[in-house]
């Protein structure tokens, strides 16, 4: 199946569940053509963001799983076997060459494909890369729109790469508005949290460099750079800071404040379904949905955002914190940090960008032989960043052009002098910058790699 009959076949899916003729829906799709249930029955499994198998109480099955949904690891689902015609490369198709971690197995004589739980980091790239759409990612909107059904408080965190990538000249107070009409409480952005992890690398930074060979990884962001970093280069994990991504912080620090609350992020991409799911940091985010997903839920509920009036909020991200949607951000947004928290060390400050799995492997290959010259190190499994996502709407020109605009929109512009976000902290007990250096303090914004 075509990755646009996917999309046409989740609206539908949607439509029914608002409408409440969902297991008549699903009967009719299953009913109409000869074909294989199974593998259909995977799809719009996958498509309800549950795991169901075929039977012939399917429809009743599926709608069970959907009302007691079950976080699970699995967000990459293999629909059916590989075919004859894959084309091959160094004895192995597409798919297999192109997960960096090795985790697609295929029998080479029932062509059967294996996700290996312990290998896959949930990445995404083999959802793109089967040219047969042999894979599918879980779409989770039908768990949450059973929460925001039963009216509990719903925060939809949104990644900074989103500005632009539903019109030209749709605000975040436009975007506000259109999550609250579906049913969202609010909708934070997630580069004011970005400003908090800003400071926190700043602080690894001083903590890690001291003399000029002296390296650090940077964990913020990518969850295919620190699955890479962990499940490859495992050698190099004494070098990577341990600060959770923005979007981790986000659901952390919202649920610090307020135990009941549940987070939905939106971003482009795959991997952060998987990063939600992480064992260590899987109560932060609830759900995960795409711009992709995002824009066909907007179109089934006859929702343009460039026709709402801007709710505003009371957040207030810094320019650092903006631009962390496309590669170099990060490094930037840091390096302005340790300008103002540690003048001292600035001097020792020079950074480098891998951009894209292949870049990403040799940066993280001359780490290892300690042949880089740079002292901070930010990877980034998509072209361009963030900006560069499979579930993009826009190009990642566009969607750079849009993150520097929005960047450059705001009043402040080192995450340091964020003034806002400071009070903000204090809701968590962190008082000052200095506080950052205190782990027991900051240990909501730790990971253990």
């Known amino acids: 199946m075509e990755k646009t009959k996917y999309r046409q076949l989740f609206k539908e899916i949607l439509k029914a569940y608002y409408e409440e003729v969902f297991e008549e829906k699903i009967e009719e799709i299953m009913n109409r053509e000869d074909i294989d249930k199974e593998s259909l029955s995977k799809v719009i499994s996958a498509l309800c963001g549950v795991e169901v198998n075929y039977s012939d109480n399917f429809s009743e099955d599926l709608k069970f799983a959907i009302k007691n949904y079950q976080k699970t690891n699995k967000v990459v689902i293999n629909t059916s076997p590989c075919t004859k015609n894959c084309v091959k490369v160094d004895d192995k198709i597409i798919c297999e060459n192109a997960c960096p971690f090795d985790a697609i197995i295929v029998d080479k004589e029932t062509l059967l494909l294996n996700i290996s739980i312990d290998l896959c980091v949930n990445c995404g790239i083999c959802v793109d890369s089967c040219k047969n759409k042999n894979f599918i990612d879980k779409i989770e909107f039908l768990p949450i729109l059973e929460i925001l059904k039963e009216n509990k408080k719903v ?40 400003d908090i992890l800003t400071i926190k690398e700043a602080v690894e930074f001083n903590r890690y460099i001291n003399k000029e060979k002296d390296f650090l990884l940077s964990s913020c962001c990518c969850p295919i750079w620190v699955g890479m970093i962990k499940g490859r280069f495992k050698e190099l994990v004494k070098y990577t800071s341990p600060s959770v991504s923005p979007m981790i912080a986000a659901g952390k620090v919202i649920k610090e404040i307020d135990p009941e609350c549940k987070v939905v992020f939106i971003g482009p991409c795959v991997a952060k379904k998987g990063e939600a799911k992480s064992d260590d940091i899987k109560d932060a985010i609830d759900h995960v949905l795409t711009f992709t997903e995002l824009k066909d839920i907007f179109e089934v509920f006859d929702i343009e955002p460039n026709k709402f009036h801007e709710e505003l909020s009371t957040q207030y991200s810094s320019r650092g914190g903006r631009i962390y949607g496309r590669i170099g951000g990060v490094s930037s947004a840091v390096e302005d940090a340790v300008k103002e928290m540690y003048p001292d060390k600035i001097e020792l400050f020079t950074s480098e960008q891998a951009s894209g799995i292949k870049e990403c492997k040799a940066m993280l290959q001359s780490a290892l032989k300690g042949e880089t010259s740079a002292a901070f190190l930010e990877g980034m499994g998509c072209d361009g960043g963030c900006v560069g996502g499979p579930k993009t709407i826009i190009s990642k020109e566009k969607g750079k052009e849009h993150i520097e605009k929005y960047g450059d929109d705001s009043k402040v512009n080192i995450s340091v002098n964020n003034k806002i976000m400071k009070k903000f902290l204090r809701n968590i007990g962190i008082d000052n910058i200095e506080d950052f250096e205190d782990k027991r303090k900051v240990k909501i914004f730790e990971r253990k790699l």
């Not at 749709?170 to 609250?180: I, N």
């Open 155 to 194: 925060i939809a965190a949104v990644a900074p790469s989103i500005a632009g990538q539903f019109g030209e000249n749709v605000s975040m107070g436009q975007l506000r508005a259109a999550l609250k009409y579906i049913g969202f409480e609010d909708m934070v952005e997630v580069a004011f949290f970005a």
